[in-house]
């Protein structure tokens, strides 16, 4: 598939020649206004202006073993990015930007291509159009064509093979400002994700419809504005005018948008876009000028972004009444709070966390930002579990009081109350290693000394926890390595100091179980096999082999990690050995053999199906 413009048009951009020196914008997504000098080596160069004057993009020829000073004197650029093939761009050094908006360097090439930050033109989308679209879940259509016939194009990624009005449906749109070029390279890391024909995205994209817009302002990125389309307009403030007064940009927008939610209501719509503040945020509506449930929304989806994200910070968010002149607010105006919608900005230079801005982090933030919609829509799988409350049966009291428990609500216990504990399963899983997490509501009555005991693959591991603080977010509790398929169990006991909350908790997959490695140097002592025959309706064989005397235990196990019974406690000289293991009392479910000498066990589970 080949993307191209409609028509062809002449584009001019301005050049600026002083001695051998020349700078030049005559390109896509150039910017430059003027260039002045009294000294051939300190230039003050003025970009085209709309709504400010922030991005630049140009290049400088007769320029090798010179030292060049330059100061963009309308900009607010801190450190420039520059590149001698415009294609890889890297930073100016914190000594080559000595103060705001200047850059200086003695350069090696006798060219080179300066901008904010590392452009993302419409060719450059085109290429990427052309790579993304041998996948069978990618597909285009052109919404319309701006005033300069240039193409807005719409993407849809989602599996064809479950209808479209079966599924929940996510907008999510990039470079209304067109400077903002790091909103593109957020955008470039969600496809990136969306098409790694990864398992759990896959399984989300027989669940979602991505409709998703790379340009809603192909015009102003093509010639280089900074904020506003060719015609001087924000876009971003374009939504609640009269269609006369509308450009024909977001008329477009409005009448796919219309469409979609024709189908079924979006369920997410995101609006991407940067800052010149160095830390990511998200605009989250106040619940005053919006609704509770659609403030709570926000906050959740927000939190659970910046959950495992080392790009973003709790008091990195921002608040705002919502306008009806944005995108949100015009959704809101006529969906209200069936659409969860967000303004998402990231910076061009450092994060909040001192981490640089680049490519490759504002990629990481794409895949976050895709791994965050699952999560708040509450698609689990068998990779990405997510395990909520209301998946479980307790005698724990449900609530829903507050903006930042997970999902619906959460439950609670007393002090004292004697519920015993509030269990979650994940149902039989693949061998393999699991990370798992937990998520608590934020309130200062809640324990610091809350029991969370996680169990499966023969091991039972406990931990306490301080849910008094580091609520509403994802909190590592630990790993379990499971050598064989089974059931991982976690369980959030009620006996503690103060209320203890059962909230959600998500367990990842993370590769194959850490005990592969170590079963050659057990087996050199002891090897216990699979029972015979697995599943199992009454009665199953256990074999186990010696290498050598010695004192052994063979225990049963059940899935909350009790001890069901012990077959042997002795010791045995070397050789093999086989037990008859009766399950006829016991109800159907996984049950877990685990054999040990010393501090060396092996365990593996096995299936009672009556």
């Given at each position: 598939m080949?993307?191209?413009?409609r028509?062809?048009?002449?584009?001019?951009?301005?050049s600026?020649?002083?001695s051998?020196?020349r700078?030049?914008?005559?390109?896509?997504?150039?910017?430059?206004e003027?260039?002045?000098t009294?000294?051939s080596?300190?230039y003050?160069?003025?970009?085209r202006?709309?709504i400010?004057?922030r991005?630049?993009?140009?290049?400088?020829?007769?320029?090798?073993n010179?030292f060049?000073r330059?100061?963009?004197i309308?900009?607010?650029?801190t450190?420039?990015?520059y590149s001698?093939?415009?294609?890889?761009?890297?930073?100016f050094?914190a000594?080559?930007?000595?103060?705001?908006n200047?850059?200086?360097?003695?350069?090696?090439?006798d060219?080179?291509f300066?901008?904010?930050?590392?452009?993302?033109s419409?060719s450059?989308?085109?290429?990427?159009?052309?790579?993304w679209?041998?996948?069978p879940f990618?597909?285009?259509d052109?919404?319309?064509y701006?005033?300069?016939n240039?193409?807005?194009?719409?993407?849809k990624i989602t599996?064809?093979?479950?209808?479209?009005s079966?599924?929940?449906?996510?907008?999510?749109h990039?470079?209304?400002h067109p400077?903002?070029?790091?909103s593109?390279?957020?955008?470039?890391?969600?496809?990136?994700?969306?098409?790694?024909n990864d398992?759990?995205i896959?399984?989300y994209?027989?669940n979602?419809?991505?409709?998703?817009v790379p340009?809603?302002n192909?015009?102003?990125?093509?010639?280089?504005?900074?904020?506003?389309?060719v015609?001087?307009?924000?876009?971003e403030?374009?939504?609640?005018?009269?269609?006369s007064?509308?450009?024909?940009?977001?008329?477009?927008?409005?009448?796919?948008i219309k469409?979609?939610n024709?189908?079924?209501?979006?369920?997410?719509?995101?609006?991407?876009?940067?800052?010149?503040s160095q830390?990511?945020?998200?605009?989250?509506?106040?619940a005053?000028?919006?609704?509770?449930?659609?403030y709570r929304?926000?906050?959740?989806?927000?939190?659970?972004?910046?959950?495992?994200?080392?790009?973003?910070k709790?008091?990195?968010?921002?608040?705002s009444?919502?306008?009806s002149?944005f995108?949100?607010?015009w959704?809101?105006?006529?969906?209200?709070?069936?659409t969860?919608?967000?303004?998402?900005?990231?910076?061009?230079?450092?994060?909040?966390?001192?981490?640089t801005?680049?490519?490759?982090?504002l990629?990481?933030?794409g895949?976050?930002?895709?791994?965050?919609?699952a999560?708040?829509?509450?698609?689990?799988?068998?990779?990405?579990?997510?395990?909520?409350?209301?998946?479980?049966?307790?005698?724990?009291?449900?609530?829903?009081?507050?903006?930042?428990?997970?999902?619906?609500?959460?439950?609670?216990?007393s002090?004292?109350?004697?519920?015993?504990?509030?269990?979650?399963?994940?149902?039989?899983?693949?061998?393999?290693?699991?990370d798992?997490?937990?998520?608590?509501?934020?309130?200062?009555?809640?324990?610091?000394?809350?029991?969370i005991?996680?169990?499966?693959?023969?091991?039972?591991?406990?931990?306490i926890?301080?849910?008094?603080?580091?609520?509403a977010?994802?909190?590592?509790?630990?790993?379990?390595?499971l050598?064989s398929s089974?059931e991982?169990?976690?369980?959030?006991?009620?006996?503690?100091?103060?209320?203890?909350a059962?909230d959600?908790?998500?367990?990842?997959?993370?590769?194959?179980?850490?005990?592969?490695?170590?079963?050659?140097?057990?087996?050199?002592?002891?090897?216990?096999?699979?029972?015979?025959?697995?599943p199992?309706?009454?009665?199953?064989?256990?074999?186990?082999?010696?290498q050598?005397?010695?004192?052994?235990k063979?225990?049963?196990y059940n899935?909350?990690g009790?001890?069901?019974?012990?077959?042997?406690d002795?010791v045995?000289?070397?050789?093999?050995?086989?037990?008859?293991?009766?399950?006829?009392?016991?109800?159907?479910?996984v049950?877990?053999?685990?054999l040990?000498s010393?501090?060396?066990?092996?365990t593996?589970s096995?299936?009672?199906?009556?």
């Amino acid at each position: 598939m080949k993307f191209f413009l409609r028509t062809f048009f002449l584009v001019v951009f301005s050049s600026c020649i002083f001695s051998q020196v020349r700078f030049d914008a005559n390109f896509e997504s150039g910017n430059l206004e003027s260039v002045s000098t009294t000294d051939s080596v300190t230039y003050l160069v003025k970009t085209r202006e709309d709504i400010g004057g922030r991005w630049f993009y140009f290049k400088m020829s007769g320029i090798r073993n010179k030292f060049i000073r330059v100061k963009v004197i309308n900009s607010d650029v801190t450190q420039a990015m520059y590149s001698y093939d415009n294609q890889s761009f890297q930073r100016f050094s914190a000594l080559e930007s000595p103060q705001l908006n200047t850059f200086e360097k003695t350069y090696t090439n006798d060219s080179v291509f300066v901008s904010y930050y590392t452009p993302y033109s419409l060719s450059y989308l085109n290429k990427r159009i052309s790579s993304w679209s041998s996948s069978p879940f990618f597909s285009i259509d052109t919404i319309g064509y701006t005033k300069r016939n240039l193409p807005l194009y719409e993407i849809k990624i989602t599996d064809r093979s479950v209808a479209d009005s079966l599924k929940e449906h996510i907008w999510i749109h990039a470079r209304t400002h067109p400077g903002e070029t790091t909103s593109s390279w957020h955008f470039d890391g969600i496809m990136k994700t969306l098409l790694s024909n990864d398992e759990a995205i896959n399984y989300y994209l027989k669940n979602l419809v991505f409709h998703l817009v790379p340009f809603t302002n192909p015009d102003g990125v093509y010639f280089g504005r900074s904020r506003t389309n060719v015609d001087g307009i924000d876009l971003e403030s374009n939504w609640n005018e009269a269609d006369s007064l509308t450009s024909k940009e977001v008329l477009l927008l409005k009448q796919k948008i219309k469409s979609v939610n024709a189908i079924k209501t979006i369920k997410v719509f995101l609006n991407l876009h940067s800052q010149a503040s160095q830390f990511c945020t998200f605009w989250i509506h106040t619940a005053s000028s919006t609704s509770s449930s659609f403030y709570r929304k926000e906050l959740q989806f927000s939190n659970i972004n910046i959950s495992d994200n080392p790009y973003f910070k709790f008091n990195d968010f921002s608040y705002s009444n919502l306008s009806s002149t944005f995108p949100e607010g015009w959704q809101w105006k006529n969906w209200s709070d069936k659409t969860m919608a967000l303004t998402y900005e990231t910076p061009y230079d450092v994060y909040s966390t001192g981490l640089t801005v680049d490519s490759a982090s504002l990629a990481k933030l794409g895949e976050r930002t895709i791994y965050s919609i699952a999560e708040y829509l509450d698609l689990s799988h068998p990779k990405r579990m997510i395990l909520d409350n209301s998946q479980i049966s307790s005698t724990w009291t449900v609530d829903s009081s507050g903006y930042e428990f997970f999902g619906r609500n959460f439950m609670y216990a007393s002090p004292n109350s004697g519920k015993g504990s509030a269990d979650f399963s994940t149902g039989i899983v693949q061998k393999g290693k699991y990370d798992i997490y937990g998520w608590w509501p934020s309130n200062s009555i809640l324990a610091d000394n809350t029991k969370i005991t996680l169990k499966g693959g023969g091991t039972v591991s406990e931990s306490i926890v301080n849910q008094k603080s580091n609520g509403a977010k994802w909190n590592y509790l630990g790993s379990l390595s499971l050598g064989s398929s089974g059931e991982i169990v976690i369980s959030v006991n009620s006996n503690a100091s103060n209320f203890v909350a059962a909230d959600a908790f998500r367990v990842i997959y993370s590769g194959l179980p850490v005990n592969v490695e170590n079963q050659v140097t057990i087996a050199k002592d002891f090897q216990l096999y699979q029972n015979y025959p697995n599943p199992f309706n009454s009665q199953t064989i256990i074999k186990y082999q010696l290498q050598e005397s010695s004192n052994i235990k063979l225990l049963v196990y059940n899935s909350l990690g009790q001890i069901i019974t012990t077959l042997v406690d002795e010791v045995r000289p070397k050789g093999r050995y086989e037990i008859s293991f009766d399950g006829k009392n016991l109800s159907s479910g996984v049950y877990y053999i685990q054999l040990s000498s010393g501090n060396k066990m092996e365990t593996r589970s096995m299936l009672l199906l009556k």
